[in-house]
């Protein structure tokens, strides 16, 4: 190659010496006076994050922190060089922006918390590019008719509000980027947009505000338009078939709204699309055959729509499509083949449909597969499936619930060498705990609840280091809790547990059969969590649980758990759940777990404990029924003379006669005003038992009280329910009008309000107008 003649050898030197004015021109060449002025004027108006501390020898401005200044002053005698970008992002600023510096281009103040109104910047005529986003700013839009060189506008991420005027470009004539996204600009899309920015607008984010209405006939006239997003509105109507006159589109966010019926069939004119993200509207019909055309699309996402019948794209053009999401609609038939053509494809989710069939074996090539949802379906062959998709290596997040109904885990060797999280929940699976997971060596998340898994935890599962949420509950499981389960690493110091990356896309948890599910996005938002309850678990609690310092919810309810609750359990410092409801521990519970500073739900009813209950921490806010069945516990101070059981009223003396006497009406009545909660308690927990199944009209209320109607006792008399209304300790059958006539008597007593309750003197009345009626 020819060496640069010497003219364009001095040509470039000169060019560089021109790039490096400003530093080296440095405190010789002073800024002008006015804009001096101007930026004293400024950063006076900041209450914090001065940036005065950094702005020293106010003459010489042009070589402060954050301001760049023009290259000559325009004259050779003139007064100073001029400022023409004020760059101060992320500066911790705060205040109201205020000045006005006429010849600047480029004002940067992103990332801040300035507040008040963005009116001045209206004033800054010679404005080419505006960032204002992430601060507090208020009020409505300044007015852009005095910006005619305004390419680039961004005031997203503020608490602007007011409507979008027609004019909104008006004057700026050559505006390129125009961000209003995550504010609070409400009403419609103005329908007469000027014509003055059709031609050059090619970036518009009007997302996250409070737009409403249909989309104008106007918006498909911005024939440059590149980048269109109008996320998380309160948008309606449909797509227009006008859509295809936006041929330069490479990015559509229509996502969040109330956009109904079909998806225009006109993307063979949208060639150059490379996103489409339409999910949570309501649209509906079936897939646009014309998609399959948009061989530059990248990311697809159409999920929580009613879009339905077969998925019957030709995806074999699709060669750069890296995310696709068609979860939450009303697809149906089989998966298609073609999809494995997608090679660059990363994330696939294709949950909540109809679909059904088997796993196509070509989906063992999609080697970029890193997440894989096919939950709520109707799949079959899991043992297929798994085989198919161990091929993948690159997979490190599948999920596979409900689906297989009834099939038997496979229990044969499997190879998932990345799999961070497996879910293969509520799919009555049969079968044991296979050992394949344990060769899972990344495995974070593992999911097998609501199934029919048989036989014990393998004691080898400690070896998963990384392991941070393990849910199997709802089986049929038993034997001991192997104490490996206590030396789960990532458990014992949340900062030795292995990096926690987003996912992509949301993946739900349910943690019963009744609920939606909770999201989580990514895996760091999984809480350190053992679910091992509704088994058949026995043995003990191991004193070693108290090692899982990271561990948030532990919850062995509903088990054969004997034994007493180690002390060492008040370790747990980050425990907020703890679940040991339902099983046969016995003991008192450890004063020490008021220590559990986290502590936001705690039971342990239907067990064998006795004793006082913790009175510290978080122990007061837990109601009785956390405490319910275990008829040898008490509030402290518990009755120095007999337990006193909760739930339960004062103990009715044997030799008591059928008639209330003066000194039996006085014990009653105090009974009744230490005791009155305890006796509906037990009542109500007695009515509420799972084989108890009495009708009665009481119902426990917010504040947790409860209200009763006064012929409750007439009917469970009336049903002879006796046995289960009254504990065996105080039931007896020669005193069973009295005990009704003062259930009578109590239920009148409660009342969330307390100026509802009687007097006792009202109380006593009533016992003696009771014991009247006895004869």
Not at 386 to 400: A, D, F, P, V
Request: proline share 5%; net charge negative.
């Amino acid at each position: 190659m020819a060496s640069s003649s010497p003219t364009t050898f001095f040509l470039k030197l000169a060019l560089l010496l021109c790039s490096l004015w400003p530093a080296l021109a440095g405190p010789s060449s002073p800024c002008h006076p006015a804009d001096l002025q101007a930026l004293a004027e400024f950063a006076g108006n900041l209450t914090a994050g001065s940036i005065l501390s950094n702005w020293s020898r106010p003459e010489f401005c042009c070589s402060w922190d954050g301001i760049v200044c023009s290259e000559t002053s325009g004259r050779a005698s003139g007064p100073g060089r001029r400022v023409v970008e004020l760059l101060l992002s992320g500066r911790g600023l705060s205040g109201v922006l205020a000045s006005s510096l006429d010849r600047l281009e480029v004002l940067d103040l992103s990332f801040n918390a300035l507040s008040g109104s963005i009116a001045a910047v209206g004033r800054m005529t010679a404005l080419r590019a505006v960032n204002l986003s992430s601060n507090n700013f208020s009020g409505p839009l300044p007015d852009l008719t005095s910006l005619p060189a305004l390419a680039v506008f961004n005031v997203s991420n503020n608490s602007l509000a007011g409507p979008i005027h027609p004019d909104i470009c008006a004057g700026a004539a050559t505006i390129e980027v125009l961000d209003l996204s995550v504010n609070s600009f409400s009403g419609p899309l103005p329908d007469e947009t000027v014509a003055e920015c059709s031609a050059t607008l090619r970036e518009l984010y009007l997302g996250y505000n409070s737009l409403s209405g249909d989309l104008p006939d106007s918006l498909y006239d911005f024939l440059a338009l590149e980048k269109l997003s109008l996320a998380s509105n309160d948008l309606s109507g449909q797509l227009g078939e006008r859509l295809s006159k936006l041929s330069s589109l490479r990015t559509l966010i229509v996502s969040g709204n109330r956009f109904s019926g079909p998806l225009p069939n006109v993307f063979g004119n949208l060639t150059k699309l490379e996103q489409l993200v339409a999910h949570c509207n309501t649209f509906n019909g079936t897939l646009p055959r014309s998609l399959e055309l948009c061989a530059m699309l990248r990311d697809l996402d159409l999920r929580n729509n009613s879009i339905s019948g077969p998925i019957n794209l030709d995806f074999s053009r699709m060669k750069l499509l890296t995310s696709l999401d068609l979860a939450t609609n009303h697809f149906y038939g089989h998966l298609p083949g073609s999809l494995s053509n997608c090679q660059a494809l990363k994330t696939l989710s294709l949950a909540k449909n109809g679909l059904s069939g088997q796993v196509p074996g070509e989906f063992g090539n999609l080697a970029s597969l890193t997440l894989l949802s096919l939950s709520n379906n109707s799949f079959q062959n899991v043992w297929t499936a798994l085989e198919i998709l161990q091929r993948c290596k690159n997979l490190t997040t599948l999920i596979l619930t409900k689906n297989f109904l009834g099939e038997e885990i496979p229990d044969v060797p499997l190879r998932f060498e990345n799999l961070e999280v497996l879910a293969i929940g509520n799919c009555a699976l049969t079968g044991q705990l296979p050992l394949w997971l344990l060769d899972c060596k990344k495995l974070q998340v593992l999911d097998l609840s609501w199934n029919h898994l048989t036989g014990g935890i393998p004691p080898s599962i400690g070896q998963l280091d990384n392991l941070i949420y393990l849910d199997i509950s709802n089986n049929s499981l038993t034997g001991e809790i192997p104490k490996t389960l206590t030396q789960l690493k990532s458990l014992i110091n949340i900062s030795s547990s292995a990096t926690r990356s987003s996912i992509g896309l949301p993946l739900y948890v349910k943690r019963n059969q009744s609920i939606s599910g909770l999201q989580y996005n990514q895996l760091s938002n999984f809480p350190p969590s053992l679910y091992l309850n509704d088994n058949g678990f026995n043995g003990m609690i191991w004193s070693e649980f108290g090692n899982l310092k990271a561990l948030h919810v532990l919850d062995l309810s509903n088990n054969s758990i004997a034994g007493s609750i180690p002390d060492t359990l008040s370790e747990m410092s980050n425990l907020e759940v703890l679940e040991l409801s339902y099983n046969e521990l016995n003991g008192s519970i450890p004063a020490s777990l008021s220590k559990l500073n986290f502590l936001s739900k705690f039971s342990v009813a239907h067990n064998n404990l006795k004793g006082e209950i913790p009175t510290g921490g978080q122990f007061f806010s837990f109601s009785n029924s956390s405490f319910d069945g275990n008829p040898g516990l008490c509030r402290s101070p518990c009755p120095s003379n007999k337990t006193q059981v909760l739930g339960l009223s004062p103990e009715i003396p044997s030799n008591m006669n059928n008639k209330f006497g003066k000194t039996g009406i006085l014990n009653i009545t105090i009974g009744i005003g230490v005791g009155i909660a305890f006796l509906l308690a037990v009542v109500l927990f007695k009515m509420s038992r799972k084989d108890a199944g009495v009708p009665v009209d009481e119902v426990e209320l917010e504040d947790g009280s409860y209200t009763s109607s006064e012929s409750g006792s007439k009917l469970m008399k009336s049903e002879r329910k006796e046995e289960q209304m009254f504990d065996a300790v105080i039931w007896n059958k020669a005193h069973e009008k009295q005990l009704f006539s003062v259930l009578e008597t109590a239920c009148k007593c409660i009342s969330p309000d307390p100026r509802n309750r009687p007097s006792i003197d009202l109380v006593v009345s009533w016992l003696h107008a009771a014991a009247g009626s006895d004869g």
